[in-house]
């Protein structure tokens, strides 16, 4: 069975950073393109980054030259670091590999 767990997410005050992880189970992980995604009360859910097998990343305009996605094959494990973080990066955050697969999500709050 394919599954997708997050974890690392949390309160932080504006400005901090926090790494949230994505492990993975039951898939050939480093064939897979790996995604982030996140979702704000009443919005809609938005790609924030992802990144090539190979390790190739690309970003959401909102979070470039402050988050960055990494990925461990060995581990089966994707990474985002989350710099500067603003209120606005409130959401729960997800990732999904290239197939239909998401995890349960991570909640990050922004907050003062």
């Known amino acids: 069975q394919v599954q997708l767990v997050e974890s690392g997410g949390g309160l932080v005050e504006p400005g901090g950073s926090l790494r949230l992880s994505c492990a993975a189970s039951?898939?050939?992980?480093?064939?897979?393109?790996m995604y982030w995604y996140r979702q704000a009360p009443g919005l809609g859910r938005e790609l924030v980054a992802h990144?090539?097998?190979?390790?190739?990343?690309s970003y959401a305009d909102s979070v470039k030259g402050r988050f960055t996605s990494s990925r461990d094959n060995a581990k089966s494990t994707v990474y985002l670091q989350m710099n500067n973080l603003t209120p606005e990066d409130t959401a729960v955050y997800y990732c999904?590999?290239?197939?239909?697969?998401w995890g349960q999500g991570t909640q990050v709050t922004v907050s003062s």
């Open positions: 999904k590999n290239s197939g239909e697969i």
């Open positions: 039951g898939m050939f992980f480093s064939i897979h393109r």
């Open positions: 990144i090539s097998s190979l390790g190739t990343t």
